[in-house]
């Protein structure tokens, strides 16, 4: 079991950056791959970033890709968001997930989240 708290989200303007974060409780932080999604309003929830478990490895949606960084400190519990260029189609909330495996066709197990923390883009 683990459980898992983001924070740092808020409101700003288009073009700012914002960093939110992850923090996990629980069981080994660093035996999990870890990933952010994000909803907005009458929207499905969608993938946005993943970074495995030692921290490696990093994957992208196409919607984020160089602009929003994700990365984690094993030692501190904790999965960052850092989100560059911020557009108003960024505006959700972002969601963090712990996965503890993989199945045999490369799906991540998604087994735990967070509450949320909203981010909002002012245009």
């Known amino acids: 079991q683990v459980q898992l708290i983001e924070s740092g989200g808020g409101l700003v303007q288009t073009g700012d950056s914002l960093r939110v974060s992850c923090a996990a409780s629980g069981r080994a932080f660093s035996s999990y791959a870890m990933g952010w999604f994000r909803q907005a309003p009458g929207k499905e929830r969608e993938f946005v970033a993943r970074i495995s478990r030692s921290g490696t490895s990093t994957y992208y949606a196409d919607s984020v890709k160089g602009r929003f960084t994700i990365s984690r400190d094993n030692g501190k519990n904790t999965v960052y968001l850092q989100m560059n260029g911020l557009k108003p189609e960024d505006t959700a909330i972002y969601y963090c997930?712990?996965?503890?495996?993989?199945?045999?066709?490369?799906?991540?197990?998604?087994?735990?989240w967070g509450q949320g923390t909203q981010v909002t883009v002012a245009s």
């Open positions: 997930a712990a996965s503890s495996y993989r199945t045999s066709s490369g799906r991540y197990s998604d087994d735990y």
